[in-house]
């Protein structure tokens, strides 16, 4: 059973920083892609930057710039830097792995770690 446990969350002033965590445990094989969700208050989930593990990187417009995502494909973890936080980043930041198995798509999904930006 693939699980995956986010760290890093917090309260933080807008104009601050932030580094989440997340690590897979109770696999063996690398995770294709990881990545990191963003759900705000009443919001649905929404991607805000993933990386495959040939390194290649994909981010959501509002964060470019702000936010790094970083993996240690050794450790099966995913890091998401998050600097310049504006009160709009608040919410739940979910990490989500993928896994391709031929023609199957597995999708592992963490608890979630709270990210609240006090203006």
Same mark, same amino acid.
């Given at each position: 059973?693939?699980?995956?446990v986010?760290?890093?969350?917090?309260?933080?002033?807008?104009?601050?920083?932030?580094?989440?965590?997340?690590a897979?445990?109770?696999?063996?094989?690398?995770?294709?892609?990881?990545?990191?969700?963003?759900?705000?208050? !009443?919001?649905?989930?929404?991607?805000?930057?993933? %990386?495959?593990?040939?390194?290649?990187? *994909? /981010?959501? +417009?509002?964060?470019?710039?702000?936010?790094?995502?970083?993996?240690?494909?050794?450790?099966?973890?995913?890091?998401?830097?998050?600097?310049?936080?504006?009160?709009?980043?608040? !919410?739940?930041?979910?990490?989500?792995?993928?896994? %391709?198995?031929?023609?199957?798509?597995? *999708? /592992?999904? +963490?608890?979630?770690?709270?990210?609240?930006?006090?203006?």
């Amino acid at each position: 059973q693939v699980q995956l446990v986010e760290s890093g969350g917090g309260l933080v002033q807008a104009g601050g920083s932030l580094r989440l965590s997340c690590a897979a445990s109770g696999t063996a094989f690398r995770l294709d892609v990881m990545g990191w969700f963003h759900q705000a208050p !009443g919001k649905q989930r929404e991607l805000v930057a993933d %990386m495959a593990y040939t390194g290649s990187t *994909n /981010y959501a +417009g509002s964060v470019e710039g702000r936010f790094t995502i970083s993996r240690d494909n050794a450790k099966n973890t995913a890091y998401l830097q998050m600097s310049s936080l504006k009160p709009e980043d608040t !919410g739940v930041y979910y990490c989500r792995g993928v896994k %391709m198995e031929g023609a199957s798509i597995n *999708n /592992y999904w +963490g608890q979630g770690t709270q990210v609240t930006v006090s203006s």
